[in-house]
T-cell receptor, first 116, second 112 residues
Framework: DTEVTQTPKHLVMGMTNKKSLKCEQH?????MYWYKQKAKKPPELMFV???????INESVPSRFSPECPNSSLLNLHLHALQPEDSALYLCASSQDLTSGGGNTQYFGPGTRLTVL | AQSVSQHNHHVILSEAASLELGCNYSYGGTVNLFWYVQYPGQHLQLLLKYFSGDPLVKGIKGFEAEFIKSKFSFNLRKPSVQWSDTAEYFC??????????FGTGTRLTVIP
């Protein structure tokens, strides 16, 4: 089973709203990732968590706030977003961050976010 | 800085034609290489990966890729494409910094 689930599938929010995206995996993976994908563009890394600790933050604005409450869950809290933040937000997980086969990333279906 | 290049932005083939999608990367150290596919309306799926050993790797659905270290390339191939192969294909490279860099993607359209 290589399934990563994400909720919601679609989200529409205003610029003053606060919302959260959720990601879950039950593969025992200890690394989880958030990516942002704009239309017709490749995914761009936002955050990496390893063993529930933030490992990489790719200079993401503070209006995006990640949280890893446990090894199976990854949240992305959204506040005061801008219309240009509209995109597909992808979650991924891998066994760990070591080199070799353990770092193969498996992606969820994404949350399509629209900011009005 | 690391980069991944996919020079073919859109490829249109008839069914049964052979496919080769180019992928070149710029990084001098050890790399792990991946091809992902994104079917219309679906999420990214792993097609195949290379970490070490035999430079010719076979993936799912009849795809294969060859790692040529001297050319910094990892081209994707399939001898005979099907209409169901219509999708966006992304090459990705992981470097020692644990970051996965994606190419810009190649859109494949297979005409029945």
């Amino acid at each position: 089973d290589t399934e990563v689930t994400q909720t919601p599938k679609h989200l529409v929010m205003g610029m003053t709203n606060k919302k959260s995206l959720k990601c879950e995996q039950h593969m025992g993976h200890r690394a989880m990732y958030w990516y942002k994908q704009k239309a017709k563009k490749p995914p761009e890394l936002m955050f990496v968590y390893s063993y529930e600790k933030l490992s990489i933050n790719e200079s993401v604005p503070s209006r995006f706030s990640p949280e890893c409450p446990n090894s199976s869950l990854l949240n992305l809290h959204l506040h005061a977003l801008q219309p240009e933040d509209s995109a597909l937000y992808l979650c991924a997980s891998s066994q760990d961050l070591t080199s070799g086969g353990g770092n193969t990333q498996y992606f969820g279906p994404g949350t399509r976010l629209t900011v009005l | 800085a690391q980069s991944v290049s996919q020079h073919n932005h859109h490829v249109i083939l008839s069914e049964a034609a052979s496919l080769e999608l180019g992928c070149n990367y710029s990084y001098g150290g050890t790399v792990n290489l991946f091809w992902y596919v994104q079917y219309p309306g679906q999420h990214l799926q792993l097609l195949l990966k290379y970490f070490s050993g035999d430079p010719l790797v076979k993936g799912i659905k009849g795809f294969e890729a060859e790692f040529i270290k001297s050319k910094f390339s990892f081209n994707l191939r399939k001898p005979s494409v099907q209409w169901s192969d219509t999708a966006e294909y992304f090459c990705a490279v992981r470097t020692g910094a644990n970051n996965l860099f994606f190419g810009t993607g190649t859109r494949l359209t297979v005409i029945p």
